[in-house]
């Protein structure tokens, strides 16, 4: 019974972590504009967060740095795990002289959205938690 109550705060929870793994990815997006030769990357949020709900067990460190080249900035996904399928490439819409695929108005718009989901993904947390915390206590 425990059980099915809390499976919900585990999928937010899961959610939750992946929400602040990808602002990771836009921020080093951001932060590598303008590096020449720089890939965008970018994560399916959809294939990962599949893969996060059906693993068993809790979500393992991402090992690889994300770098396409030695002088990138290091991306370091502390928590949640991007697979090689999850954490892909970004396409390049506006062709660069330096081979640099960041557009910057794609990357601030992801950005803004993502912030938003993260926000809401906070407030469904909270909401179940003060909804459990009021059947415990009877109110």
């Not at 990138?72 to 695929?101: C, E, I, R, V, W």
């Not at 993502?114 to 993904?121: L, M």
């Amino acid at each position: 019974m425990f059980a099915n109550m809390t499976n919900a705060l585990d999928f937010h929870a899961k959610a939750l972590v992946l929400r602040a793994d990808r602002q990771r990815v836009i921020a080093s997006n951001i932060a590598n504009a303008d590096t020449p030769g720089y890939v965008g990357r970018d994560v399916n949020f959809k294939d990962a967060m599949t893969a996060a709900t059906t693993r068993t067990g809790a979500l393992s460190p991402n090992d690889s740095t994300g770098v396409t080249h030695s002088n990138h900035m290091a991306l370091k996904a502390t928590t949640a795990s991007f697979g090689n399928s999850t954490l892909a490439y970004t396409s390049q819409t506006q062709p660069s002289m330096d081979g640099n695929s960041v557009d910057m108005d794609r990357e601030r718009a992801n950005f803004v959205d993502n912030s938003v989901r993260y926000e809401a993904t906070l407030r469904f947390i909270n909401g179940q938690s003060k909804t459990l915390l009021s059947a415990i206590q009877g109110q």
